[in-house]
């Protein structure tokens, strides 16, 4: 078990709305990024943030935000939901610019 | 145009067997993840590595930098190694870049 727990794991919600997935990291690691995979693909880099600050965003649209906070867990927000935006979201948290990472179980997001 | 090559993408097996999966990557990293999928989505990480070769029980790992290649392989191959597997190496950019997985069935 790594130490990095993601919530919800499942989440249904309606084209249009918005949502926010929680992301704890690990102990002692201050760099959390985002990652999104889609059915039979493979993660697709959203964006990281290290000590509370973006650090790296991948090709995303600005309706999918984030945060991290002091204590480094950090939440992925996407406003005015598309049926594309089903995918499993998933978070690694790592120290600094250490390769290192360690993966939650992810947050399965169906979109209808 | 992915920046990681993964083969095969399908690979079944029966038990027993020794299983290769190979990744390639364009250019240079700092480190390289295998990484197991299994359904439900979690992922674990196998390996970690940026030269040589590393091993873990039936797992070993394995790295040529100069040629930017990667290969798992898995001896004695078991039904409950049956997952998806992902190279996701790791540039400078600090980022992991995702290959898109070999999915992996073992039969009893």
Excluded at chain 1, 13 to 39: I, M, P
Excluded at chain 2, 31 to 44: D, F, N, R, S, Y
Excluded at chain 2, 76 to 86: F, G, L, M
Aim: with cysteine; net charge neutral; glycine share 10%.
């Amino acid at each position: 078990e790594t130490g990095v727990t993601q919530s919800p794991t499942h989440l249904i919600k309606t084209r249009g709305q918005q949502v926010t997935l929680r992301c704890s990291s690990q102990s002692g690691h201050n760099t959390v990024s985002w990652y999104q995979q889609a059915l039979g693909q493979g993660p697709q880099f959203i964006f990281q943030y290290y000590r509370e600050e973006e650090n790296g965003r991948g090709n995303f649209p600005p309706r999918f935000s984030g945060l991290q906070f002091p204590n480094y867990s950090s939440e992925l927000n996407v406003n005015a939901l598309e049926l594309d935006d089903s995918a499993l979201y998933l978070c690694a948290s790592s120290r600094g610019q250490l390769p290192t990472a360690f993966f939650g179980q992810g947050t399965r997001l169906t979109v209808v | 145009k992915n920046e990681v090559e993964q083969s095969p993408q399908n690979l079944t097996a029966q038990e027993g067997e020794f299983i290769t999966i190979n990744c390639s990557y364009s250019v240079g990293i700092s480190a390289l993840h295998w990484l197991q999928q299994h359904p439900g989505g979690g992922i674990v990480s196998l390996f970690m590595l940026s030269s040589g070769k590393k091993k873990h029980g039936r797992l070993i790992a394995t790295i040529n930098i100069q040629e930017k290649h990667s290969s798992l392989h898995i001896t004695a191959s078991h039904p409950r190694d049956s997952a998806v597997y992902i190279c996701a190496p790791w540039y400078n950019t600090d980022k992991l870049i995702f290959g898109t997985g070999t999915r992996l069935q073992v039969f009893p």
